[in-house]
């Protein structure tokens, strides 16, 4: 407890008090301990402590004032048991001084991050297009470029959360990525890779934490693919204890198209907590393929907006929740203006009774967004007894002229598909594991990049068939 | 999957001609009982089907082969008294099935919607919905029923489904070289790398006239009916199992298609492979010619004949030929 740093964050309770006037928790002390904790670290090492990122942590601060931490008995939280990150002790992740040579692959239009710092030494921006920017938002000059992002910072997103401002306050940076109109970056994606170095060992309740924050700005009828991965350090060898707290947010103009690939493959204890803010011009199009098996507790926001007519969205996720696992999609999908299209389908896989899955996919259909198409499907294949899903699909629609759909099962293993095998003389185990795999390739054959969906599906494999 | 292209242009094999044959006749073994438990015989047919029985012409499915087994014929499936009922909820459906297949036999068996042909052909292969109340079954000697059913698919028993499962997210190509794998280890020889299993796999396609395309799509999903069965019979030949259990092969088959899966069980049959067939038409029967037609009531086999029993069937319906 250091009081007189937790001054800059109460001294504006008035505006506070104005702006939210529900909010009467002005101070949950755990999270004024993270909020100052954070402060103080990234005033550490700010040397770059542009405009674009002291408004960011204004605006995070601010908010922050006015959110306790999560209970069940917030709806959000209803079912995400985030007891874990409370009972530990909650620390600035620090990047090791030395990087293993293991994390720098070959590859272009490579962006790496470590525990939340953009490095540059292991990315690699040399074939990115003309006109385009990668780095840090200090380096944005002044023009429409620079107001966007500006404006995405100071900006409240009134859906983000307590997670959301925590990663604004504590980022150290805020890196962006721009493509210019026009451009194509399909065949070498942009691939973003998050690491996690800094980890404590299982056992002492630490828990470093990280918050990459990332702005992917694809201009008017741009075509970007993204690959974004969140792994760890190899010498966590796998276990490593952290919490990653990172915020993605992607602006596609108009007529653009992104096609995004997410895949979360991070410690079995580590905490990983993720936003990503999508906003979608006119006619632009937007498809994310989610894989997620990593985590002991893995809880996704996704917010989509939708900011003109005739949209595509096409989110799919793939989550695997093993022993002692929690996986979550908490997806939102804003439809406020005409003939959007959009399509939804999670799957997960809870394959031990500690594991659990959480699915909140809320589809808003507003009442200018006439002539939408949305559709929503959920399926949830349980294989132990007690394992948990808590499913719940939501569409909410004011619009009268649309076409909706959506369906959520829950089932296990077909008794007629494993027969089928067995009495082809293929053995129950290799059956069990052929099926179960099966159920998730719907979702990686999205993934866009052969070699990519290759190995992520090996390692999906080889996790599965391990259990 | 570049070892997937298939030149187009690669001719289809003769298939051996279906009319001229060899026909021998052959003595109806009298150790073996084709007949359903004695209620039945008490109607009296059973005298009547073993006189038929004993004058069968036996179509061995390989042109121009001369020399034919002299010693005495092996039999290769033996039911004895078979019943079963419904897992779940306790109902019988076999009342005593009895039925010997040697090696190298044809045999159908026809009978009215819901006697019991499907139920029997699953139970052979150890279908999970059903319980065996009673009876045995041997197969080259040893108890069937005490295999798990992959057990069973390694000793040599294959069964097509009437309405074969879709395995969404499971590629045919992947699903064949599972199975083809599964039953070389059992054997003891090396498993069948993609490629290697490829070369084996391309004249069967050739056979059952399937374009390669459909190795890429996932197991029987979104096939049509007909493609499903041809399907079924590209497994079958990759098991090269010894007794094919078809349940109804021919339903849901354009007359070409017909033809097709015909020409290719008729090429999969050797002198000592056996076949038995569901069918409720003759249509399937003039292309793969039974030794013997039974009948099945009930859940029981009530009555054995030649073929001719199909045609009687055909003309006269089921009342002509119903023990009840
Ligand atoms: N798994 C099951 N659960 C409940 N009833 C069953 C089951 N399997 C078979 N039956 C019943 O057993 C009887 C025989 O069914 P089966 O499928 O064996 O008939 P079939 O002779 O193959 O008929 P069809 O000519 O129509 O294919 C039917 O009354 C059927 O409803
Ligand atoms: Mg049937």
């Given at each position: 407890?250091r ?31 993270i ?30 004032l ?80 620079y ?96 919490w ?9 103009e108009?007529?653009g ?50 900011l ?13 929740a ?29 394959s ?84 179960v ?31 | ?25 052959k ?17 009296g ?29 092996r ?8 019943s ?81 499962v ?9 699903f064949?070289l ?22 084996f ?99 029981a ?5 030649s ?18």
């Amino acid at each position: 407890m250091r009081p007189p740093r937790r001054r800059r964050l109460l001294l504006q309770p008035k505006a506070v008090a104005a702006s939210h006037p529900a909010a009467v928790s002005l101070s949950d002390p755990f999270v004024l301990d993270i909020a100052d904790m954070l402060e103080d670290s990234v005033s550490s090492f700010s040397s770059s402590s542009s405009s674009v990122l002291q408004t960011l942590r204004d605006a995070s601060s601010h908010s922050l004032l006015s959110q306790r931490w999560p209970t069940h008995k917030d709806e959000p939280y209803r079912f995400t048991d985030t007891s874990f990150l409370k009972s530990s002790k909650i620390l600035p992740a620090v990047p090791p001084s030395t990087i293993s040579p293991s994390f720098s692959s070959p590859s272009s239009n490579l962006i790496t991050f470590v525990d939340g710092h953009f490095m540059p030494s292991l990315s690699s921006l040399s074939s990115l297009p003309a006109g385009a920017f990668a780095g840090s938002a200090a380096d944005i000059t002044p023009g429409p470029l620079y107001d966007t992002v500006m404006a995405s910072a100071g900006d409240a997103f009134h859906h983000g959360d307590l997670f959301w401002n925590l990663n604004g306050l504590g980022a150290p940076d805020l890196t962006v990525i721009y493509i210019p109109d026009g451009e194509r970056m399909i065949d070498e994606p942009l691939r973003l890779r998050f690491y996690s170095a800094a980890a404590s060992e299982t056992g002492l309740g630490r828990l470093p934490l990280s918050n990459p924050r990332v702005l992917v700005v694809s201009g008017k009828l741009a075509e970007l693919a993204i690959v974004e991965e969140h792994l760890e350090a190899e010498s966590c060898e796998g276990n490593g204890c952290y919490w990653s707290n990172s915020v993605v947010e992607i602006l596609v103009e108009e007529g653009g198209k992104v096609s995004h690939s997410y895949v979360q493959m991070q410690s079995r204890n580590a905490a990983h907590i993720k936003w990503t803010f999508v906003r979608q011009e006119k006619c632009s199009t937007y498809e994310l393929v989610e894989i997620s098996t990593g985590g002991k507790l893995s809880r996704h926001n996704l917010h989509v907006q939708q900011l003109g007519p005739d949209t595509t969205t096409e989110l799919s996720a793939f989550h695997v929740a093993q022993s002692d696992q929690i996986q979550d999609l908490h997806s939102r999908l804003v439809l406020e203006h005409p003939r959007g299209y959009s399509r939804q389908l999670h799957k997960c896989i809870v394959s031990s009774s500690s594991g659990h899955a959480i699915f909140d996919g809320n589809i808003k259909v507003n009442r200018f967004a006439q002539q939408t198409d949305a559709g929503q499907l959920t399926r949830t294949l349980l294989l132990a007894p007690r394992a948990t899903a808590n499913i719940k699909p939501n569409l909410q629609i004011i619009a009268d002229d649309v076409k909706c759909s959506h369906g959520a099962a829950i089932s296990d293993l077909e008794e007629d598909q494993l027969f089928y095998f067995q009495a082809r003389g293929i053995d129950v185990k290799t059956a069990r594991d052929a099926l179960v795999f099966s159920f998730g390739v719907e979702i990686l054959a999205r993934i866009p990049f052969e070699p990519y969906r290759k190995s992520v599906s090996d390692r999906v494999k080889e996790l599965l068939t391990a259990s | 999957m570049a070892c997937l292209c298939f030149p187009s242009t690669t001719p289809l094999p003769r298939f051996p001609s279906l009319s001229p044959r060899v026909s021998i006749t052959k003595i109806f073994p009298s150790s073996i009982s084709l007949f359903g438990p004695s209620r039945f015989r008490s109607h009296g047919v059973d005298l009547r089907s073993q006189a038929t029985a004993a004058t069968l012409t036996v179509d061995y499915r390989t042109p121009g082969e001369e020399t034919l087994d002299t010693g005495p014929p092996r039999i290769l499936l033996e039911v004895r008294d078979l019943s079963a009922i419904v897992a779940e909820s306790r109902q019988e459906i076999l009342r005593g099935v009895n039925l010997i297949i040697n090696e190298g036999e044809v045999h159908a068996i026809m009978g009215k919607n819901g006697s019991g042909k499907s139920t029997f052909a699953k139970v052979l292969v150890g279908h999970p919905d059903y319980e065996v109340t009673g009876g045995t079954v041997s197969f080259k000697g040893e108890d069937l029923l005490n295999m798990e059913p992959e057990m069973r698919s390694h000793a040599g028993v294959f069964m097509s489904f009437q309405s074969p499962v879709e395995i969404p997210g499971v590629s045919n190509m992947d699903f064949l070289l599972m199975a083809c794998n599964a039953r070389r280890e059992k054997r003891g020889e090396p498993a069948l790398s993609p490629i290697e299993f490829f070369g084996f796999l391309s004249p069967k396609l050739v056979a059952v006239n399937m374009n390669p395309k459909f190795l890429d799509r996932n197991v029987n999903e979104g096939f049509s009916g007909g493609e499903k069965k041809r399907n079924e019979i590209l497994q079958l030949a990759v098991l090269e199992a010894e007794l094919a259990i078809l349940d109804e092969i021919d339903s849901g088959l354009d007359v070409d298609a017909l033809q097709d899966v015909a020409k290719a069980v008729n090429g999969l049959l050797t002198p000592h492979k056996s076949l038995l067939m569901i069918t409720h038409y003759q249509r399937l029967l003039d292309y793969i010619k039974p030794s013997y037609v039974h009948i099945m009531e009930a859940g029981a086999i009530v009555r054995t004949g030649s073929f001719s029993l199909a045609k009687q069937l055909e003309k006269e319906g089921y009342r002509s030929v119903s023990v009840a």
